[in-house]
């Protein structure tokens, strides 16, 4: 009878095991979906390049457009006169200076988690992070990478003969080989790449322009995104709601909430019509819808489209409650088809997979000659299917002018106790570092003559104050030296299963006390890293970067 009574037990607790909800996979994939928020002068884009964007004479470089969607393995650069902005889902937000170039290393979600990793080729950027849910920031510019755990906003200058970073709010983590090292306001770490490779712990230095048109750009962004936060409630997503307090109006729509519309349009207004936007084709999601306003973002990619017979056509912001990532959306729109006549009809919040469009009673907007009528055409007795994107040969896709590839520019990293600037020097100028003396002179004059004035946080030492550059720059007429960029850290999170379809990365799996990485197509330059794990990246080719830690240890 005991031993009844014990098989009984037994086949109690398999039942109840197998009965429990195993814990679910990692789900981890590359759909993420960020924009180019504002641009200034030259700004250029890449899909496609080989290791760096920089120095790859092959890579296509085209004219950025505003609201372009940028994925995982495209890069963004500014010329002599540009500025850009870039816009994350969380609200973080990244800003180049001129001469810059920046990779998009890794735009990865990992359970509800963003993870995002950037390379600084060239130039100066200021970042600002606002984490959630767990999310991951870090920008490896040189041979160390910063993270940012918390809510912070930093500064990164990298160039041929060394990097600096200026923290402007909050902590950071800077890696370094076999070191992390803790930073706070007020503080910046420099590092010579001609002098031994040396770092030092200063303060940051004055604001200058760029810094201050920074300052202003987070200011006004954040003050508008408040406002909007009256008419909805998004905690999770808040790219582009600062854009609809400047550019239009809320409506109280009955049944629906907050709507909004831009300013200056009527009840005769379509969405989709030619002029409003440009269409994109990306092999990997299909037909893209760029709009061409300010404001032309979330209403495109985001929520969806109710006609109010008073005020026409208005976008409602539905799905942006609690509830985790909000997938990215080609286009808010419908294409159906009858026969051989396409188009979309304008999205409805109360649309369901694979059921005809609420909106559908309308009408919808013809495909003509590659681009969407701007009139509706009447839909009554007759029969339509519903399809996920049309052929690439029914649009005709937005033709980018073609651009130049970057130029590398010659700076040097000047540091001080007051923190390091970036000086700019002409490849074409006779203005060199004399090591003998600790300055930048004109190779054109006697050294014996004192001609040149000591440079301090790019500033004439006519102050009285002197300076010391801690970094050298080298002689223009000498070819560049590689200054390589280590690979992105990887985030302290668990491993990722592999994850189908995602863009230019391959995750493999786990090892035993520890775990394996090899990720992205885009190298970034041979190193190494030891801190409880080993970074290491492939100086050319397919193989980007792989990471293996030993002991469960992990940068963070």
């Not at 299917?385 to 690439?392: D, G, L, Q």
């Not at 000086?423 to 014996?448: A, E, L, M, W």
């Not at 592999?498 to 493999?508: D, E, K, L, V």
Request: hydrophobic fraction near 35%.
């Amino acid at each position: 009878m005991k031993r009844s009574y014990t098989l009984i037990s037994l086949l109690i607790v398999v039942l109840i095991s197998g009965m429990v909800a195993q814990p679910a996979a990692a789900d981890e994939s590359h759909a993420r979906i960020v924009r180019v928020s504002l641009l200034q002068g030259d700004v250029r884009f890449t899909q496609h390049f080989h290791a760096d964007a920089l120095t790859d004479e092959k890579a296509g470089w085209e004219v950025a457009l505003l609201n372009l969607p940028v994925r995982q393995g495209y890069a963004l650069s500014t010329g002599a006169d540009g500025r850009a902005e870039v816009e994350f889902e969380n609200g973080a937000m990244a800003f180049l200076s001129a001469n810059t170039v920046i990779e998009f290393y890794d735009l990865s979600l990992y359970d509800g988690s963003l993870i995002t990793r950037l390379v600084l080729r060239q130039g100066s950027a200021i970042f600002y992070v606002n984490p959630a849910r767990g999310d991951y920031f870090s920008v490896t510019g040189g041979d160390f990478s910063v993270e940012a755990n918390g809510r912070a906003r930093f500064r990164l200058d990298n160039f041929e003969d060394g990097s600096n970073v200026n923290v402007e709010m909050g902590h950071l983590n800077v890696l370094r080989k076999e070191e992390t090292k803790a930073l706070t306001k007020g503080q910046s770490y420099s590092v010579d790449a001609n002098d031994g490779g040396n770092a030092v712990v200063g303060r940051t230095p004055d604001s200058d322009d760029f810094d201050k048109w920074v300052s202003g750009r987070i200011d006004s962004v954040a003050t508008a995104t408040a406002y909007a936060n009256q008419y909805l409630n998004s905690p999770n997503y808040t790219s582009g709601f600062a854009d609809l307090y400047t550019y239009g109006s809320w409506y109280d729509l009955p049944g629906y909430g907050f709507g909004w519309q831009p300013f200056g349009v009527g009840a005769g207004w379509c969405p989709f019509g030619y002029g409003y936007g440009n269409w994109m084709w990306d092999a990997s999601i299909g037909w893209n819808f760029i709009g061409m306003a300010p404001w032309g973002w979330l209403p495109y990619h985001y929520g969806g489209w109710v006609f109010s017979p008073l005020y026409g056509w208005v976008w409602v912001p539905t799905g942006f409650g609690y509830g985790g990532f909000h997938p990215y959306r080609p286009v808010t729109g419908v294409w159906v088809h009858n026969g051989g006549t396409i188009g979309i009809v304008p999205v409805h919040p109360l649309d369901g997979h694979g059921k005809p469009p609420v909106n559908l009673g309308r009408g919808f907007y013809p495909l003509s000659s590659g681009t969407v009528s701007s009139a509706l055409a009447a839909t009554a007795g007759q029969k339509w299917s519903t399809e996920k994107n049309p052929p690439r040969s029914a649009l005709a896709a937005t033709t980018f002018a073609s651009a130049a590839v970057p130029t590398r520019v010659s700076r040097t990293i000047l540091t001080s106790g007051t923190g390091g600037r970036p000086v700019t020097v002409s490849r074409d100028s006779s203005i060199v570092y004399d090591g003998s003396q600790h300055r930048f002179v004109n190779s054109n004059t006697p050294s014996k003559v004192n001609t040149e004035e000591t440079v301090q946080n790019g500033k004439s030492a006519g102050d009285g104050k002197t300076a010391t550059a801690q970094s050298r720059m080298r002689s223009p007429n000498l070819p560049a030296a590689a200054h390589g960029v280590e690979a992105p850290p990887r985030p302290n999170i668990a491993p990722p299963r592999p994850a189908s379809g995602s863009i230019g990365t391959s995750h493999n799996g786990g090892s035993s006390g520890g775990a394996s990485w090899s990720g992205s197509s885009h190298g970034s330059g041979a190193s190494s890293r030891s801190a409880g794990s080993t970074h290491s990246s492939a100086p050319s080719g397919g193989s980007g970067a792989s990471h293996s830690s030993g002991g469960g240890s992990s940068h963070h």
